[in-house]
């Protein structure tokens, strides 16, 4: 498959209650309308078998915060689920030419783990470890558009107050949710990684509001067009 054959690969990131699950749906269906040959993915795939070892992890089997668990072990897990999908669900589409929307990829774990990580060498290395042991090793394609959803911490509260687990469907926070030190990290570290990395920032509060989901919406449409 050559370069000019595949498909393109969008990501929505952001941290949870940012927007992403809305702003993807958005755009897929703002595709699907225009007639774009284009599927929707989401991660982590939480009905999957491939997700058992995440679901352990933010359910705190394995410590009871984040930082509990190695930011290299616990990529690995994510890392598995990435592949069953590729594999199972999407992998033909993107080689045939198919435009790809994800609610999370492998820039979640750019984004969370590599935040539990403090030094700047020791994030490096990191980063380096996960681009080549998922884009390489794993062979899944790395991203032509990354779009970050700019919600502070403040505001990820408010909006995640009485939302439910998505794989339990109660009321009780996964690790990373109810570890606001965890969450400030990842969202600080998210800042470095997205200039590094050359993300799309989409500011989503203006004015100390947040701004309409149809006006996050336009301003991603707009820079997606670019490259579909």
């Known amino acids: 498959m050559s370069i ?3 498909g393109k690969l969008i990501v929505v ?30 991660f982590p795939r939480y ?5 058992a070892l995440i679901k352990m992890y933010l359910n705190g089997e394995f410590g009871d915060k984040a930082t509990d668990v190695n ?16 594999k ?14 994800a609610d999370r990829y492998t820039t979640s774990n750019m984004i969370h783990q590599a935040g539990k990580i403090k030094d700047r060498e020791e994030k490096e290395k990191f980063l380096k470890w996960l681009w080549d042991f998922e884009f390489n090793i794993y062979g899944l394609p790395a991203p032509d558009l ?4 700019d919600v502070s911490v403040e505001f990820n509260k408010r909006l995640m107050e009485g939302r439910k687990n998505k794989f339990t469907g ?13 969450l400030l990290d990842a969202y600080n570290n998210a ?24 006006d996050i919406h336009n301003e991603i449409y707009k820079e997606a067009s670019k490259i579909i």
């Open 71 to 86: 930011p290299y072990v616990a990529s690995t897990f994510y890392a598995v689920d990435r592949y069953a999908s590729f």
């Open 13 to 42: 990131e952001g941290l949870d209650g940012s927007g992403k699950e809305t702003q993807t749906k958005r755009l897929y269906d703002r595709l699907k309308y225009e007639g774009i040959n284009v599927k929707k993915i989401a």
């Open 4 to 6: 000019k054959d595949r």
């Open 146 to 149: 990354v779009f970050f959803l």
């Open 191 to 214: 800042m470095i990684i997205a200039e590094k990395y050359q993300w799309q920032k989409i500011e989503c509060v203006k004015d100390n509001k947040l701004r309409s989901i149809s």
């Open 88 to 101: 199972q669900e999407w992998e033909q589409f993107y080689k045939e030419g198919g435009i790809v929307i």
């Open 170 to 182: 109660e009321a009780k926070k996964d690790i990373h949710e109810r570890d606001l030190n965890h």
């Open 47 to 51: 009905n999957s078998e491939s997700s």
